[in-house]
T-cell receptor, first 114, second 113 residues
Framework: GAGVSQSPRYKVAKRGQDVALRCDPISGHVSLFWYQQALGQGPEFLTY????????KSGLPSDRFFAERPEGSVSTLKIQRTQQEDSAVYLC????????????FGAGSRLTVL | KQEVTQIPAALSVPEGENLVLNCSFTDSAIYNLQWFRQDPGKGLTSLLLIQSSQREQTSGRLNASLDKSSGRSTLYIAASQPGDSATYLCAVRYNTGGFKTIFGAGTRLFVKA
């Protein structure tokens, strides 16, 4: 596609619910990143994929967070048993290869946990 | 700890003014540095990417410089316009940080007409 597409744009969940956020990167982009952005802060790294391989998941805040990219294209970020502190904007970015190239970001998925 | 700091946190200027946004990083061993723009409720748009071997990049009214020895980058905006109002984020990929890019908290810019 022409850009990075994320869905849903907005998600409201009750505490304890599971959520799944989808990212559709630019076609042909090898690298895919997930970031978490709290209000008024810069994005914080969560995880990185090179094709289908998850090479870095050091930023995932707990084992409730899980990400996958099974066919090396679309990626899903899953949060289990959501808590209020999970409320944030979740941003997906893709690039041709690693971090050497310009990162192209999606518009983000805003998660609100009540 | 590898960090990125941006000063000022917020800036308000009259239209037409030239301005400088500052970014500092804690480790000179960087792979590249990017400046992004973020509009409210939107994702990030890449403005300029400076590789480690470069000293500056220019695009239109924007110029970004990189001084690894002092751990600083500046984003210069010439002849500012109200449409430049946004949050500007500096992001660094360190040589030893794996694949992650570390972001500053941003500078919120408001250009008054």
């Amino acid at each position: 596609g022409a850009g990075v597409s994320q869905s849903p744009r907005y998600k409201v969940a009750k505490r304890g619910q599971d959520v799944a956020l989808r990212c559709d990167p630019i076609s042909g982009h090898v690298s895919l990143f997930w970031y978490q952005q709290a209000l008024g802060q810069g994005p914080e790294f969560l995880t990185y994929f090179q094709n289908e391989a998850q090479l870095d998941k050091s930023g995932l805040p707990s084992d409730r967070f899980f990400a996958e990219r099974p066919e090396g294209s679309v990626s899903t970020l899953k949060i289990q048993r959501t808590q209020q502190e999970d409320s944030a904007v979740y941003l997906c970015a893709s690039s041709l290869v690693g971090g050497a190239n310009v990162l192209t970001f999606g518009a983000g998925s805003r998660l609100t946990v009540l | 700890k590898q960090e990125v700091t941006q000063i000022p946190a917020a800036l308000s200027v009259p239209e037409g003014e030239n301005l400088v946004l500052n970014c500092s990083f804690t480790d000179s061993a960087i792979y590249n540095l990017q400046w992004f723009r973020q509009d409210p409720g939107k994702g990030l748009t890449s403005l300029l990417l400076i590789q480690s071997s470069q000293r500056e990049q220019t695009s239109g009214r924007l110029n970004a410089s990189l001084d690894k020895s002092s751990g600083r980058s500046t984003l210069y905006i010439a002849a500012s316009q109200p449409g430049d109002s946004a949050t500007y984020l500096c992001a660094v990929r360190y040589n030893t940080g794996g694949f992650k890019t570390i972001f500053g908290a941003g500078t919120r810019l408001f250009v008054k007409a």
